[in-house]
């Protein structure tokens, strides 16, 4: 039976988060505490997970190191399949149930992506990792949120970066720049503002997938924007302020 539960959201966080200080490799304490708060806001959301790979290997930046971008984008997309199975891993021992899927994994813990087993796994309570991009080259972690969230119907993208939100200007050129708490996606494109790779932000407005973006780094801020705390900026159709 599914569960009586009014929001579905997808999380996206960046590989940097699962590395602790350093920011890469794989950090023991900084996947608990990551767990620890995901686990205590599982009774509030159904939840889909998206981890990119900058705590081991970003295929964009090894293009720029003469590999070609696709082959660069295959070690890329092949490392977030570490970090979702060691994510799922932890929230294991924070006592949910998780299944990870993915494209193009050959790790039999990786099931092949499936959207209508993916909704089903949700709606019974199910934490899904998601893994491996879209399978294709020159599509961001970011696409493959929107991706994802737009296929299990997800309300809600919750991005979390090492930023609180979105501003009216560049705050490091602009030390008096305002963070917009609320504003539209029109409003974010009218004005050139940078919220997230334009195929996966232009995926949220067409398919009214709301996105909010908040810094994961600060302490409980990932619990508060899965119970749907005002962290960060939120980006919707329609906003009360911009």
């Given amino acids: 039976m599914a569960r009586d539960v009014a929001r579905r959201v997808l999380l996206k966080l960046s590989g940097e988060a699962l590395g602790g200080e350093s920011g890469t490799g794989l950090d023991h304490l900084a996947l608990t505490a990551i767990s620890s708060q995901i686990a205590r806001a599982s009774g509030s959301v159904e ?9 081991i290997c970003r295929g964009a930046d090894w293009a720029t190191e003469g590999f070609h971008r696709t082959d660069a984008d295959a070690i890329g997309m092949a490392a977030t399949h570490v970090n979702a199975l060691a994510l799922s891993a932890h929230l294991g021992f924070a006592g949910l149930k998780t299944m990870v899927m993915g494209a193009g994994s050959p790790v039999p813990q990786v099931r092949p992506f499936h959207s209508s087993i993916a909704r089903e796994a949700l709606a019974a309570g199910t934490t899904l ?18 991706l994802r969230a737009a296929e299990l119907d997800c309300t809600e993208l919750l991005k979390g970066t090492k930023h609180d ?63 749907g705390e005002p962290v960060g900026s939120l980006i919707s159709q329609q906003s009360a302020t911009s």
């Fill in 129 to 146: 990792l998601l893994s491996g991009g879209t399978g294709n080259p020159y599509f961001t972690t970011d696409t493959c949120a929107a």
């Fill in 165 to 227: 939100g979105i501003y009216d200007r560049d705050p490091v050129e602009y030390p008096d720049a305002r963070r917009l708490d609320s504003t539209t996606f029109d409003h974010v494109l009218e004005q050139g503002l940078e919220a997230m790779d334009a195929t996966a932000f232009t995926l949220c407005r067409d398919q009214q997938i709301s996105l909010r973006i908040f810094d994961m780094t600060r302490e409980n801020a990932i619990h508060e924007a899965l119970i």
């Fill in 47 to 55: 939840l889909a997970i998206v981890v990119g790979a900058g705590n």
